[in-house]
T-cell receptor, first 117, second 114 residues
């Protein structure tokens, strides 16, 4: 099956610094990638939809200046948490699909655990 | 508006017993429905999906789900639970014509007792 990787798997940073998380589709070209945030014991909250070569579409309530998304190629999307604060600590998961349409399976990365001190 | 509701945030069964995880959806257009499983500190793995073909969908690891339009439900079942089934399960919905954006239910933690 299709594989999506994330790097790093864990990151600890100081408050006020920026952190970049990479999401790669290893064996397929992803027309669309999604970024989710998951709080402990909670469901996944979609943050944004990322299409290669275009600006990301952010969900309501997500600060696009704080969560910068770049989809530079069909196999790589990055999420940068700028000026991170403790409340940004969370589990961030990306997913990728090929093609368009709601029936397409999303392939999920293993997640990145961000801890902001 | 479209939404997904999973009844029961925590389900506990004995090993070998039937597993039933409930999912109801709300949608004004035909949905695509998915069940995902998540193990601790990992991403999500697709168990099965309904995409308007057969209403009874068989997935991996012995799981299956039945789409019931009249009840707006897509409950997940497995005849006999195994210890390795203990995990978090998420029901999700997507819609024709969209980019593939998923709306997730709140999740159900399945505990399997020996």
């Amino acid at each position: 099956g299709a594989v999506v990787s994330q790097h790093p798997s864990r990151v600890i940073c100081k408050s006020g610094t920026s952190v970049k998380i990479e999401c790669r589709s290893l064996d397929f070209q992803a027309t669309t990638m999604f970024w989710y945030r998951q709080f402990p014991k909670k469901s996944l909250m979609l943050m944004a939809t990322s299409n290669e070569g275009s600006k990301a579409t952010y969900e309501q309530g997500v600060e696009k200046d704080k969560f910068l998304i770049n989809h530079a190629s069909l196999t790589l999307s990055t999420l940068t948490v700028t000026s991170a604060h403790p409340e940004d600590s969370s589990f961030y998961i990306c997913s990728a699909i090929t093609g368009t349409g709601g029936h397409n399976e999303q392939f999920f990365g293993p997640g990145t655990r961000l801890t902001v001190l | 508006a479209q939404s997904v509701t999973q009844l029961g945030s925590h389900v506990s069964v004995s090993e070998g017993a039937l597993v039933l995880l409930r999912c109801n959806y709300s949608s004004s257009v035909p949905p695509y429905l998915f069940w995902y499983v998540q193990y601790p500190n990992q991403g999500l793995q697709l168990l099965l999906k309904y995409t308007s073909a057969a209403t009874l969908v068989k997935g991996i690891n012995g799981f299956e789900a039945e789409f019931k339009k009249s009840e707006t439900s897509f409950h997940l079942t497995k005849p006999s639970a195994h210890m390795s089934d203990a995990a978090e399960y998420f029901c999700a919905v997507s819609f024709s014509g969209n980019t593939g954006k998923l709306i997730f239910g709140q999740g159900t933690t399945l505990q399997v007792k020996p």
